[in-house]
């Protein structure tokens, strides 16, 4: 987002609404986190069934992994064991082979089929997040009008 308001670019889409009244948004995908264990984990059904476990996560900075923190109850990961990735592609393959758990967005899963992990529910006022398009308020270049109603367009 902070891209967007220092004008780098026009709009993006973030993991959450922005908070900076310099910037307006739109509700355009809705998304579930969950959780993902390697095929031999338990089942997760509370926060503290993954307690002792590796996190795997992308770096500080990422809304997931504040959601993560939210729902284990921490203000902080800094006593756990984060390993830090950059891509979804290394995290879901960190899980599958059993190096720790992860939060992650049911759609990427969804378009990696061959994946062996499992899924685990986390509450809906965690899971149940909705991706904006973000721009700045009061400057609505052409390319993001036009992005705006072709998003319009599809949810019709």
């Known amino acids: 987002m902070t891209k967007v308001a220092d004008r780098r ?3 993006a889409f973030t993991a959450e609404p922005p908070a900076a009244r ?5 509700p355009v995908f809705a ?7 390697n095929s031999d984990h338990p089942p997760i059904r509370r926060a503290r069934d993954v307690e002792g476990a590796s996190l795997i996560a992308f770096p500080e900075g990422c809304a997931y992994r504040r959601v993560l923190q939210r729902w284990l109850g921490r203000k902080s990961l800094a006593t756990l064991r984060v390993l830090e990735l950059n891509s979804y592609h290394a995290i879901v393959a960190c899980v599958s082979s059993g190096t720790g758990i992860a939060l992650v967005p049911e759609s990427v899963l969804d378009t990696m089929p061959d994946t062996h992990v ?3 529910a986390i509450p809906k006022a965690q899971a149940n997040i909705t991706t904006p398009l973000v721009w700045r308020h009061g400057e609505i270049s052409p390319s ?5 109603t072709l998003i319009a367009s599809l949810s019709k």
């Open 31 to 37: 998304e579930r986190l969950v959780v993902i264990t």
């Open 9 to 11: 670019l026009d709009a």
């Open 118 to 120: 499992l899924r685990h």
């Open 144 to 148: 993001v009008l036009a992005l705006r």
């Open 22 to 26: 310099v910037l307006e948004h739109i």
